[in-house]
Structure formats: structure tokens, C-alpha cells
């Protein structure tokens, strides 16, 4: 079992910046692929990065250069850098620590831009 705890969220002006962490609870296997997720209003829930053990990162491309993921395996963490916020960032965001078998998911932070 996997509990995951996001933080950061908030309000933030358009064009700003905001970091979001998640920690686990208990220890993230090697395997264990680490990722946010964001669903806004009326929409269906979409990934927005992803992160191996390695280091290797994946984005969408509505976030590709604007966002930063990250993970620190000894503190069993992942980050989300999101800068240059757009309107259309507003969502609740999500950590997701996936396994073949299993996804785990946090309680999700909200994240508005607005002006």
C-alpha cells in the first residue's frame, strides 16, 4: 500500500509560478513510474508528466517547457515546477505512483490561475 499527500497548490496570478509535492508514505519501488495528473472542471482527468526512477520524464505538450517534474527517491517525493501558470492551468492536480498492477493516487490540490 501507497498513501500519497499533495501540497502546494494554491491561487496564483497568470505567469507565475507554483511547486507541488507529493510524499509517499511508505517506500516507492525501482520499477514504480511517478506521475501528475490534473483535472479541471467539466473535463476528463489528463496526465501532465511522468517520472522514472532514473530520471526519465515524459510531459504533455500543453505543458512542455513551462513544467518541471522531479523525484527524490531517498525522500520517496515528486515534484511538479510549473511556471509561466496559464488560465488554462486551473485544475484540481493529482500524484500518481503507478505499478504494472496497481496505480495509487493522492487527494489532489487545487491550482488556480486567474488574474
Known amino acids: 500500500q501507497v498513501q500519497l499527500v499533495e501540497s502546494g497548490g494554491g491561487l496564483v496570478q497568470p505567469g507565475g509560478s507554483l511547486r507541488l509535492s507529493c510524499a509517499a508514505s511508505?517506500?516507492?519501488?525501482?520499477?514504480?513510474?511517478m506521475a501528475w495528473h490534473r483535472q479541471a472542471p467539466g473535463k476528463e482527468r489528463e496526465l501532465v508528466a511522468t517520472?522514472?526512477?532514473?530520471?526519465?520524464?515524459i510531459y504533455a505538450d500543453s505543458v512542455k517547457g513551462r513544467f518541471t517534474i522531479s523525484r527524490d527517491n531517498a525522500k520517496n517525493t515528486v515534484y511538479l515546477q510549473m511556471n509561466s501558470l496559464k488560465p488554462e492551468d486551473t485544475a484540481v492536480y493529482y500524484c500518481?505512483?503507478?505499478?504494472?498492477?496497481?496505480?495509487?493516487w493522492g487527494q489532489g490540490t487545487q491550482v488556480t490561475v486567474s488574474s
Open positions: 511508505g517506500r516507492i519501488f525501482s520499477g514504480d513510474v
Open positions: 500518481k505512483v503507478q505499478r504494472s498492477w496497481f496505480n495509487y
Open positions: 517520472v522514472t526512477s532514473g530520471g526519465t520524464t
